[in-house]
């Protein structure tokens, strides 16, 4: 049987061994080939604060130095597209997109794997339409609830340090849920250890739907 070649797209520089551990420590045999949507680019090169519209759809990602920069959808969607070529060329057998966006309009060649598509699939077959979500920093509270809000969801959203897992966080958990009534609780995020939402799931009593962990299963089950 031949390794499989895995294209792993980010919106921001690559490479990004954080969000690729999961997937390196469940398939140790797969050939990882990383491209990112801002690769080649310095911190000049994105759009200016100041040039930002209300309307605009903002993610966070970081560039390779660690630098973490917030740029347009608009900005990225071409920049993307043209990161799926790239991996296209080098003859992957599918893409996994590293990033909890929609990104729609982007479409490939090979399988493309996006973790929002298939969380939105999990949740539909389940019947819940009532989620929480954890937001890896504050930014990104608004653009996510936006997201979900926009697919129907009923969601409750806040930003929290899942890395710790501790009897405050599950604590605060559990009592958003209780005033929420949520009845799943979502990791909006790429790139957590694949332990996270295992201890998460254990001390709570719905289920935990962690974006890297479902994208991971997915390409497992396919190779």
Partial sequence: ?????????????????????????????????QVGALDGLAQHDLP????????????????????????PEAFLIPKMAEGLQRLEQQQVDLIYLLCAGTFAALK????????????????????IRNVGIIA???????????RWEGEGFECTVWSADVTNTDPKLIQQIKERQKEAGFKALILDYVGHPADISQQLQ?????????????AVTTLKSIR
């Fill in 108 to 127: 490939s060649g090979v399988p493309l794997i996006k973790p929002f598509v298939l969380a939105h699939q999990l949740l539909s077959t389940i019947g």
């Fill in 202 to 214: 254990v001390n709570l009593d719905i289920p935990v739907i962690d974006f890297g962990e479902i």
């Fill in 48 to 71: 200016k604060t100041v040039s930002f519209h209300p309307d605009d759809y903002l993610l966070t990602t970081r560039l390779k130095n660690g630098e973490l920069v917030t740029v």
């Fill in 1 to 33: 049987m031949s390794q499989i070649r895995i294209g792993t797209l980010t919106i921001g520089q690559a490479p990004r061994p954080d969000l690729v551990q999961s997937l390196k420590a469940q398939m140790p045999h797969a050939e990882i080939i």
């Fill in 136 to 146: 890896p920093i504050p930014e990104q509270v608004r653009p996510i609830q936006d």
